[in-house]
């Protein structure tokens, strides 16, 4: 399949082209989509006249539409050996998945030999690969190049020419309106043009139509790439917002948001970007977490998960390699929700050197990410102890808004009590849920969950119904934490009352 190029990739042609004419001998092609840097540098080469020769470690080096290999390139040695001793052929050479031989000397070295014999004449080695580390000796000489990810115009484009295509074989019926044809593509943003390929076609071959429904499959799809990487974690939503009792300071900032995902080409018109993200501050158990959970639900997008305890490894430099590579992954994704819970953890050290350095080194960029990242991430990180978080982290301009969530108010704990008195089947109405409201009177949503679950329970034990009385027994009985770290919850609200917005 040959890809079509689309403006984005028009821009890259050119400052490929113009690195060729300055006698690049070596280009670093930044990405792993393997064939459309083929059709990129198929334009290159036709454009500036020159042969396309590519490399793979199965296939040997090979003309361009060739099945014949070169004799004696099946190694990469080998390969570019050769390179060097076809002095009078202007041509670009490609290769595929160099990785960790590059760091063979020997090669290091049959690869500068090579890339010096494009001093005097036309064309280039090209290596591909995202994250392509080149070694030292060789970095010098090299040009890196990172491959734009497909617009939007490529993904419709893609899908009109699919439609045509299978069109021929059987009839295919688009059963999308423009609202659900935008969500498609919003949610192809991060695959590659094979990728979604394979899932489109896949999709219209099994009922010979493509309907809103059918953006399930971009969904799993990304899943699976998520699952693979092992750095995030692919999060199943259920809640809702209406399933959150109170918030209503929080819930009316995320609607206003919303508009954009509804209406995103007439937002950015209007001067608007994708919305950075919200740190949640709060008492734990007060639904920080479930509100990472419902943002996904509500706008619809992906939830995807970091625990910064697996970014954190004994070998120097992969802890800050393991960041960078969740954070490419979350900006393949998107759009996507990013939940980092309890973030206080993941830079706890960043003061000292206990961990050699590696939270403050992740520190720096996560920050510099929060800044400058690509694609639409929105970030929600909760976090319970504000001491343990960096100052320059909670300066305004990381994220669009910190938020306090308090303790629930009597209100909020009688329709906490409603909640989960109906997620277990029981009616509110034969409760004495105004006992029950002041028998709460500071407990988080969490206790008062666990509350009714103790109180059922023992109804269970004593072969009885959950009634007033049990559940009035099991509040008495808990200690809740705003009388066993009173003294650290009105610090954490002190701290709070002119630095952040509430979320009540």
Same mark, same amino acid.
């Given at each position: 399949m040959r890809l079509k190029v689309g403006l984005a990739t028009d821009n890259t042609l050119h400052d490929l082209a113009l690195l060729i004419r300055s006698r690049y001998g070596l280009i670093h092609l930044d990405t792993d989509e393997e064939e459309r840097a083929e059709s990129l540098l198929t334009h290159l080469a036709d454009d500036l006249a020159l042969t396309l020769f590519v490399w793979t470690p199965a296939k040997a080096l090979r003309r361009a539409g060739s099945a014949e290999a070169v004799y004696g390139t099946g190694d990469a040695g080998g390969a570019f050996a050769h390179i060097e001793r076809a002095s009078s052929v202007p041509a670009l050479y490609v290769f595929h998945r160099l990785g960790p031989e590059l760091e063979e000397p020997r090669l290091v070295g049959r690869l500068t030999d090579a890339v010096k014999a494009f001093h005097t004449r036309t064309g280039a080695v090209v290596l591909t690969g995202a994250g392509l580390r080149l070694p030292d000796f060789v970095r010098p000489l090299a040009a890196v190049v990172s491959? =734009?990810? =497909?617009?939007?115009?490529?993904?419709?484009?893609?899908?009109?020419?699919?439609?045509?295509?299978?069109?021929?074989?059987?009839?295919?019926?688009?059963?999308?309106?423009?609202?659900? @044809?935008? #969500?498609? !593509?919003?949610?192809?943003?991060?695959?590659?043009?094979?990728?979604?390929?394979?899932? @489109?076609?896949?999709? &219209?071959?099994?009922?010979?139509? @493509?309907?809103?429904?059918?953006?399930?499959?971009?969904?799993?799809?990304?899943?699976?790439?998520?699952?693979?990487?092992?750095?995030?974690?692919?999060?199943?939503?259920?809640?809702? &917002?209406?399933?959150?009792?109170?918030?209503?300071?929080?819930?009316?900032?995320?609607?206003? #948001?919303?508009?954009?995902?509804?209406?995103?080409?007439?937002?950015?018109?209007?001067?608007?970007?994708?919305? #950075?993200?919200?740190?949640?501050?709060?008492?734990?158990?007060?639904?920080?977490?479930?509100?990472?959970?419902?943002?996904?639900?509500?706008?619809?997008?992906?939830?995807?998960?970091?625990? =910064?305890?697996?970014?954190?490894?004994?070998?120097?430099?992969?802890?800050?390699?393991?960041?960078?590579?969740? &954070?490419?992954?979350?900006?393949? &994704?998107?759009?996507?929700?990013?939940?980092?819970?309890?973030?206080?953890?993941?830079?706890?050290?960043?003061?000292?050197?206990?961990?050699?350095?590696?939270s403050q080194r992740i520190l720096g960029s996560f920050l510099s990410w929060l800044q400058d990242r690509r694609g639409d991430v929105f970030v929600v990180a909760t976090a319970n102890d504000i001491a343990r978080l960096p100052p320059e982290f !909670?300066?305004?301009?990381?994220?669009?808004?910190?938020?306090?969530?308090?303790?629930?108010?009597?209100?909020?704990?009688?329709?906490?009590?409603?909640?989960? @008195?109906?997620?277990?089947?029981?009616?509110?109405?034969?409760?004495?849920?105004?006992?029950?409201?002041?028998?709460?009177?500071?407990?988080?949503?969490a206790e008062i969950e666990q509350a009714i679950v103790s109180a059922l329970y023992a109804a269970f034990a004593a072969g009885t119904s959950l009634d007033t009385e049990l559940l009035l027994a099991e509040l008495s009985q808990t200690r809740p934490l705003s009388v066993t770290m009173a003294e650290k919850i009105e610090a954490l609200r002190e701290w709070a009352r002119d630095r952040t917005v509430s979320a009540h």
């Open positions: 491959l =734009p990810a =497909p617009s939007d115009e490529d993904y419709r484009s893609l899908l009109r020419s699919l439609v045509r295509d299978l069109s021929r074989q059987a009839p295919v019926k688009i059963e999308m309106d423009s609202a659900d @044809l935008e #969500r498609l !593509v919003a949610n192809l943003r991060g695959l590659s043009l094979l990728e979604v390929h394979k899932i @489109l076609t896949k999709a &219209m071959l099994e009922d010979g139509r @493509l309907t809103a429904d059918d953006v399930h499959h971009v969904i799993d799809a990304k899943k699976a790439i998520v699952e693979r990487e092992g750095l995030l974690e692919y999060y199943p939503v259920q809640e809702r &917002m209406d399933e959150i009792a109170d918030l209503a300071g929080l819930k009316a900032w995320l609607r206003k #948001r919303q508009a954009f995902l509804a209406q995103r080409e007439r937002a950015v018109s209007f001067g608007l970007s994708f919305p #950075r993200g919200v740190l949640l501050l709060g008492v734990q158990g007060c639904g920080k977490s479930l509100c990472a959970k419902a943002v996904a639900q509500e706008w619809r997008l992906p939830l995807l998960k970091l625990d =910064p305890s697996s970014l954190y490894s004994k070998y120097v430099g992969e802890s800050e390699q393991n960041f960078q590579r969740a &954070m490419r992954l979350a900006e393949r &994704m998107a759009p996507v929700v990013l939940w980092i819970d309890e973030i206080e953890k993941a830079f706890a050290g960043s003061g000292s050197d206990a961990d050699g350095g590696a !909670v300066r305004k301009g990381r994220f669009d808004e910190i938020f306090f969530v308090d303790l629930p108010d009597a209100e909020a704990r009688l329709a906490l009590l409603r909640i989960h @008195l109906k997620r277990r089947s029981y009616e509110p109405a034969r409760f004495d849920l105004g006992k029950a409201v002041a028998a709460s009177d500071g407990f988080s949503g």
